[in-house]
């Protein structure tokens, strides 16, 4: 598990060409929201594709990934047809929403 942040806090490593910073120059944007109150436990792939979005944009980033998938991949479309992915449109409700309950 990694510590995320709620609301993002996007650390600035390179400039505006990609090219890395040195150690002195890389600074957080939104560093205000670097405190314990603003983490939750996250699992890496997680942590990692939230990026800085803040929770409810991911969440409806993730909430559509079906939608856009259908619409991009004709092989998702199959394999739905087929009954190999099975669509939930369940509404998006993260673990720690769930107050710690394994539903």
């Known amino acids: ?21 040195p150690a002195a120059d890389r600074r957080f944007i939104n560093p205000e929201n670097n405190v314990v109150d603003n983490m939750m436990p996250a699992c890496a792939q997680c942590n990692n594709s939230k990026g800085g979005y803040n929770l409810e944009e ?4 993730i909430q559509r990934a079906n939608e856009v998938l259908a619409r991009e991949k ?24 769930k107050g710690g309950s394994n539903d």
């Open 1 to 21: 598990m990694q510590a995320d942040h709620i609301k993002p806090v996007t650390r600035l490593t390179t400039d505006p060409w990609g090219k890395p910073l």
């Open 58 to 61: 991911w969440r409806a980033l």
């Open 74 to 97: 004709p092989i998702f479309r199959a394999a739905v047809r087929l009954g190999t992915i099975k669509v939930d449109t369940n509404p998006i409700v993260f673990y720690f929403e």
